[in-house]
């Protein structure tokens, strides 16, 4: 079984075709980078696959599950969620509250009969390498690091088994990365699987099994590391009109 | 956001406080007390939808008045008991509540505060031409069933309402639910993006602030034994309860009471010395000093003010756990 399956996927605005039949599949457990220039419709895939946008046509599954028709919550109660490129915490709620809306229930009886689950928020946010003194601290007082730390804390929360990281090292500092390298890493050995976009593709290198490229909306590339960076095409898409 | 002992006991010392004042302050300052509560109600009902969730309502006497234009119809014009026609107008304003509901579906900020002021205007339009015989058209209504008789019996039943709606609406918050409306006002597309149902948290909370503005609606009006219109679906009316949340600490249900009383105070502490429009000038000014000092009220000063409190306490006890 497929952990995530996108089938010949279209999304069409007008005339500008920004998914233009896109197919993959990515097994339980792997970790996939997508690459392509800026434009190229990488983050239109990902908010087809979270429902923010509804595709033209294709299919798209989970774990066996067709997902299309589903809400955005709904898919993330199936077991997908995604990052932004710019960290989106709540600013005026603490790190455990934000933690605590990724966990929360999505029943308004069991919102107000349930109590939170400090522990549970403690553990995930320490398994992301947050320290317990940032617990009460509020979103605005953390490094560009540690907010993505609890951007993976608060998508952890919501049970999800198929991550999407959207240029999860934007604005972090060479430490940083290393540091969320790390924790991509882990989660992939407790069985996580990924999809990530990300234009600091050195630092994709080692977290991925495969790497998919697309340009203007299609795919032109799939396999390792080294052969989809090898391949003329993309060498020729990164390159622009220069190639 | 957990409970704790101090909360309810600075709750039961509000209150307590509040039930032995009859015997200490003149009737005069018991009825400006009991617009007090009133507003307090009306400004927490508010607080819940716009200081919550952030759908800043302009039109929120729309709501008020569902509450207190069917109680008084049922009860003046159709001899229902307020027994049950409180009840009723309650359901009707949640009722209410649903159709603020739809434009919070597709827009927010200003555009849906200019559409809920839009639903006062039409109200206020509405109750003059369809059926004046029933709504009393541009006069109103008068001599309806009045709850309380004296401005010590209207002092208790209008802060007993305001203390368990506030106290029940302050326990709401604190949930899971309360944090999740917060968080709705501060990114409502992250919510979704945590997998909460964003359509559902909004129907919820324009439910609870309509339940509290048809509650408050109501025992208004059979506090009052008359209804206006003009008065009612007013701008000023709005501009109070708004400022009243705002000047408290909106998203706190404790501000919105703090803010109800201040304001309630000053404009009737100014009337001798401006009986006209012009005391509205010196709350304006007041509202605008406090929000270039601090934007987030008088709770957040007074919450300020408790922290250095207790660093303070807590530097003079070496030893002691800070």
Redesign the interface.
């Known amino acids: 079984m497929t952990a995530l399956a996108v089938r010949n996927l279209v999304k069409r605005f007008g005339g500008l075709t920004a998914t233009n039949d896109v197919s993959f599949d990515i097994a339980p457990g792997q970790s996939v980078g997508l690459i392509g220039p800026n434009g190229a419709g990488k983050t239109t895939i990902f908010s087809q696959v979270m429902g923010e946008l509804r595709q033209s046509a294709g299919t798209i599954t989970l774990f066996g599950n067709e997902i299309s028709g589903l809400s955005t919550p709904g898919r993330i109660r199936r077991g997908v969620c995604r990052t932004y490129q710019v960290p989106r915490p709540f600013h005026d709620l603490t790190v455990a509250e934000n933690i605590r809306v990724g966990l929360a229930p999505n029943s308004i009886w069991q919102l107000v009969t349930r109590r939170p689950d400090h522990a549970r928020e403690a553990e995930i946010a320490l398994g992301v390498g947050l320290r317990e003194t940032d617990f009460d601290r509020a979103p605005t007082e953390l490094s560009m690091g540690d907010l993505r730390k609890l951007e993976f804390a608060r998508t952890l929360a919501t049970g999800a088994r198929v991550m999407l990281l959207d240029e999860v090292f934007a604005g972090l500092t060479v430490g940083e990365i290393q540091v969320v390298s790390d924790l991509i890493l882990g989660l992939r050995r407790d069985g996580m699987t990924f999809l990530m976009v990300s234009h600091d593709l050195k630092a994709l290198e080692p977290l991925v099994d495969r790497v998919i490229a697309i340009d203007q909306g299609r795919k032109i590339a799939e396999g390792s590391y080294r052969e989809v960076l090898d391949d003329p095409d993309v060498r020729a898409s990164y390159l622009g009109g220069q190639g | 956001?957990g409970l704790r002992w101090y909360h309810f006991a600075l709750w039961g010392g509000f209150i307590l406080f509040m039930y032995l004042l009859p015997e200490f302050v003149s009737r005069g300052t018991l009825r400006t007390i009991i617009f007090a509560n009133f507003l307090a109600v009306f400004a927490i009902s508010w607080d819940v939808i716009s200081g919550r969730t952030g759908y800043v309502s302009f039109g929120h006497p729309f709501l008020i008045g569902i509450g207190a234009y069917t109680t008084a119809i049922l009860t003046k014009r159709f001899g229902v008991p307020v027994e049950l026609s409180i009840p009723l107008a309650v359901l009707a304003t949640m009722a209410g509540g649903l159709i603020v509901l739809i434009p919070a579906l597709r827009i927010r900020g200003s555009y849906f505060a200019l559409v809920t002021l839009a639903f006062m205007e039409l109200m206020y339009q509405l109750v003059q031409v369809i059926r004046p015989d029933l709504t009393g058209g541009t006069r109103g209504m008068s001599g309806i069933q009045t709850l309380t008789r004296g401005a010590e019996n209207g002092f208790y039943m209008s802060f007993t309402l305001l203390a368990v709606l506030s106290v029940g609406t302050w326990l709401?918050m604190r949930?899971?639910?309360g944090?999740?409306l917060?968080?709705i006002s501060?990114?409502e597309?992250?919510?979704?993006?945590?997998?909460?149902?964003?359509v559902?948290?909004k129907t919820?909370a324009f439910l609870v602030s309509a339940f509290v503005a048809g509650v408050g609606g109501a025992f208004y009006v059979h506090y009052l034994g008359s209804l206006a219109p003009r008065a009612l679906f007013d701008i000023n009316f709005v501009f109070t309860i708004i400022v009243a949340a705002l000047i408290g600490g909106a998203s706190t249900i404790v501000g919105p009471i703090i803010g109800a009383f201040f304001l309630t105070f000053l404009l009737e502490y100014l009337r001798p010395w401006l009986p006209g429009a012009e005391r509205y000038f010196i709350y304006g000014g007041v509202a605008l000093l406090l929000y270039m000092y601090q934007p987030k009220g008088f709770y957040a000063i007074i919450m300020a003010g408790w922290s250095r409190l207790r660093a303070r306490m807590a530097r003079r006890k070496p030893g002691a756990r800070a």
């Open positions: 956001m709401l949930t899971q639910f944090t999740a917060s968080a501060m990114d597309d992250s919510v979704a993006g945590s997998g909460l149902n964003t559902k948290l919820a």
